[in-house]
Structures are given as C-alpha cells and as structure tokens.
C-alpha cells in the first residue's frame, strides 16, 4: 500500500530535549515536505527537499532541522524545542509538482 | 506571495443539506487548486484538484470549479452525510521554481447532523 509514515504519533518533550520525527514513503517520490499545522493558521511549510541530499528552507524553518540521506525517508530534527514548537506535523510527499501525500501527522506537546 | 482565502468555519448542516464552502486566491501565473479533507484524528486527504482554468475537479459527489476570473475554487455538494464531518483546507500550488508547496487557507470545520 502507498504510504507516507510518520513516528512517532504523538510525543510529550520538556524544553530543549532534541528529538526527531520520523517520515518514511514507499512510492519512489523524489519530493517531500513538512508542514506545521496550528489552529487559526493552517498549514505551513517548514522544509522541502527536491531529491537525496538536496533541502531547503520553507516558510518556517526556525528551530528546525532536516536532513535527506535516503530518498524514502525525511526526518525533522528539533535540537532544542520550545513550547512555541508545540503543534500538530505533518510530512508529505510527492512525484515532482504532482498531488501530495500526507503521512498521519505527529502532535508535539512541549513543556 | 501566494494565499488562500476560505470561508471562516463552523458550519453546521443537517444531512443532505446542500454544501459551500468558498475559497478564493491570489497567486502569480496559474497555479494548480486543490481541495483536502482532514477527518477527525487523521492526515489530510486529498478530496479533489483542478490544474487550469474552467476544469471541474469532482470526487465523492464533492465538485469545485477554477474559475480564473474571480480567482476562486469554492466547494460544493448536493447532500451532504454525517459521514463528511471533517475540517476541509483549501490550497493551492504555485510555480515558485523547484519548491512545490501547498499554500494553504486556514481550514473550516464541517459539521452534518443527523
């Protein structure tokens, strides 16, 4: 089954514990993304990469990180979260400008 | 820059009420429009798209038109279920180079009652 996969679903975090989110997609899609999702704002992109070791910033990439070292897979990285973090994230994926494929979303809680 | 404009939620319906949601955008060139669906505790789904002007995106008896002219997608059905309860987001997907980002409205909330 085509899927984009996020982990973990939900994670409760004191201030400035690193941690990552996971985000793994077996459709071969050569795009991905990650978006922050906040009540009254909708959706916004943090990072996107076009292809295995090529990323860029998104419209907030502030207190966040990404790397790109296999094609299926795009973690986030917060190195130091702030309970301004605290948000629902989502990673999604995509065959060039083609439809986007949303994982299930991860909710962050910072303390 | 791009944005989205959709109408402010809540909207509460009875079952097979009749369904709009507007979305207007603002956006250089012709972007590609997109309607998803966000059903409680779940990702987003997309519902429907349009890619040109004057296509007809329709899918779950859900349609939604780009009109180039007053820059707008609104969302509609006929009669609507319990069943399409969810937040539904307006969005687009310009042509800002390599980077295909959604730009998103700020979602309304649906509820149908029985």
């Known amino acids: 089954e085509a899927q984009v996969t996020q982990n973990p679903r939900y994670l409760i975090t004191v201030t400035g514990k690193k941690l990552t989110v996971t985000c793994s997609q077996n459709?071969?899609?050569?795009?991905m993304s990650w978006y922050r999702q906040d009540p009254g704002l909708g959706l916004r992109q943090i990072y996107y990469s076009m292809n295995v070791e090529v990323t860029d910033k998104g419209d907030v990439p502030e207190g966040y990180k990404v790397s790109r070292k296999e094609k299926r897979n795009f973690p986030l990285i917060l190195e130091s979260p702030s309970p301004n973090q605290t948000s629902l994230y989502f990673c999604?994926?995509?065959?060039?400008?083609?439809?986007?494929?949303f994982g299930p979303g991860t909710r962050l809680l910072v303390l | 820059g791009d944005s989205v404009t959709q109408m402010e939620g809540p909207v509460t319906l009875s079952e097979e009420a009749f369904l709009t949601i507007n979305c207007t955008y603002t956006a250089t060139g012709y972007p590609s429009l997109f309607w998803y669906v966000q059903y409680p505790g779940e990702g987003l789904q997309l519902l429907l798209k349009a890619t040109k002007a004057d296509d007809k995106g329709s899918n779950k008896g859900f349609e939604a038109t780009y009109r180039k002219e007053t820059t707008s997608f609104h969302l509609e059905k006929g009669s609507v279920q319990v069943s399409d309860s969810a937040v539904y987001f307006c969005a687009l997907s310009g042509l800002g180079g390599s980077n295909y980002k959604l730009t998103f409205g700020k979602g309304t909330l649906l509820t149908v009652n029985p």
């Open positions: 999604a994926s995509s065959f060039g400008g083609e439809t986007q494929y």
């Open positions: 459709m071969n899609h050569e795009y």
